[in-house]
């Protein structure tokens, strides 16, 4: 057979990456189970999974705890993972056998962290790699149910620790990934499980150093394992599973009229993540804009959504502003930081425009950064004002009628590919 017909006969890979909510409970990894099956028809799959939600903040209290010598604490934090871990597997794992050798796996994990956490109270130091070590667990945990939910549900899939694919730099606690290392690894270790049709479940956040200590890519990095994956294989799509239905024109925590982003670029997408959405960990895009593979924002509780696609170019829209984030967790400042992420944002009439809203809502920026180019606004307000900010500028700039996923008449970009669609393979999948 020719290459060119080999090529044009293989499956699209696809890295699909389940956030903390997505994998939070039994429920909602049935939810991903039925993603993921329904997607294998089509597609070659990589999943990349965070902890289950909350885990890596009680992980990092352990730690905390540990160091001031409270022992009762961190026993305390302890058996509630091992009961909320225990029990997704008692419901998810119904093969006896199956489900012994998890617990087993898992139970591994927690010996591992109470040494980690037993030697912590002893030195009353807890160093950047054992913060790192300890943070680690949670993905460590939730990949292998992850991957025997799939195995129960008839999908061969194993799980794979990002120690032996993420070769980073020793920053632990916010590490980079060296990129060549990384590519040989993904390629020597993944694409043998894709040609045997193995559905490869890899542990998000973390990597490793080259002396083998496990390192962490900052909180929220779960995001950028996917991508940094994605670039190592040169996936067709990396699909980011979230508890929201896309990249959105604000926090819909904060303004809850924000409508989904049909499509944005890579650069104003990177701005949002960079200026405060945390949909999206602000490195995401660092390795995969350079080989243009298109990321798409999706709702695991809404699978029939089409989210957002974050594409070289975006959308065509002509929209003065795309979406607004703001930054509140700035340590030690009564201050926050509201970004506005468009077009002709340097334009003095819109300036002008943004300010008159903000005064209409009684909102006074303290300080507005001068514009150093069109495609971002920022300045800063109290942080009791945020909410009242984003929501000046959405209306003003009537953000809420922007929602792609509805827009009639929008003209598809030639990169729009839809590999799989899920809507009706979910819908009798489970
Ligand atoms: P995950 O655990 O799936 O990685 P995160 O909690 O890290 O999810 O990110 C999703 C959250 O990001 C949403 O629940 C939402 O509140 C918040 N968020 C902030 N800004 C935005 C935005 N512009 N669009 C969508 N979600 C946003
Ligand atoms: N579990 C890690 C965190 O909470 C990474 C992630 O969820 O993306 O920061
Ligand atoms: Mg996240």
């Given amino acids: 057979m020719s290459r060119e017909l080999s090529n044009a006969m293989r499956k699209p890979l696809v890295v699909m ?30 999943v990349v999974v965070s902890a289950m939600s909350g885990v890596t903040n009680r992980l990092l209290e352990a730690g905390t705890q540990a160091q001031a010598g409270n022992r009762d604490r961190v026993e305390a934090i302890f058996r509630d993972l091992r009961a909320r871990h225990r029990a997704a597997i008692g419901e998810l794992i119904r093969s006896v056998p199956l489900r012994g050798r998890v617990n087993l796996q898992v139970e591994q994990m927690f010996e591992e962290g109470e040494r980690l956490c037993d030697s912590t109270r002893r030195s009353r130091e807890l160093t950047p790699r054992t913060r790192d070590a300890i943070s680690g667990l949670g993905e460590r945990m939730s990949a292998p149910i992850v991957a025997a939910a799939l195995n129960e549900r008839g999908l061969v899939s194993q799980s794979i620790e990002a120690t032996v694919l993420i070769r980073t730099d020793s920053g632990h606690g916010s590490a980079e990934p060296e990129m060549a290392a990384t590519c040989k690894l993904c390629q020597a270790r993944l694409r043998p499980l894709l040609e045997e049709g193995i559905v490869p479940v890899v542990t998000g956040f973390i990597g490793s150093s080259e002396d083998g200590v496990l390192t962490t890519l900052g909180r929220g990095g779960s995001d950028y394992s996917a991508t940094i994956l994605g670039a190592a294989l040169a ?163 009537q953000l809420g009628a922007l929602d792609g996923t509805a827009s009639a008449g929008r003209i598809p970009p030639a990169s729009e590919t839809w590999f799989y669609a899920p809507a009706e393979e979910t819908a009798s999948a489970d």
């Fill in 17 to 46: 990456k389940f956030g903390g909510t997505s994998v939070g409970d039994a429920a909602a990894i049935r939810n991903v189970v039925a993603i993921v099956s329904a997607a294998a028809h089509s597609c070659e799959l990589v």
């Fill in 235 to 397: 996936a067709d799509e990396v699909t980011i599973w979230t508890d929201v239905d896309g990249l959105m024109t604000a926090d819909p925590r904060l303004v809850p009229e924000a409508a989904t982003i049909g499509e944005i670029s890579y650069a104003e997408a990177a701005e949002l993540a960079r200026s405060g959405a945390k949909v999206l960990h602000p490195k995401t895009l660092r390795h995969v804009d350079e080989l243009g593979i298109p990321i798409r924002i999706r709702n695991t509780f809404s699978p029939e959504g089409r989210g957002t696609q974050i594409t070289p170019c975006g959308s065509r829209s002509a929209a003065t502003i795309k979406g607004l984030s703001a930054v509140s967790e700035i340590p030690d400042s009564s201050l926050a930081r509201v970004t506005a992420v468009g077009m002709n944002l340097g334009d003095p009439a819109v300036a002008r425009r943004m300010l008159a809203a903000l005064a209409v809502r009684n909102v006074n920026p303290i300080s507005v950064s001068p514009a150093v180019s069109d495609s971002s606004f920022s300045f800063a307000v109290v942080k009791s004002d945020v909410q009242r900010a984003l929501q000046a500028l959405h209306n003003e700039f």
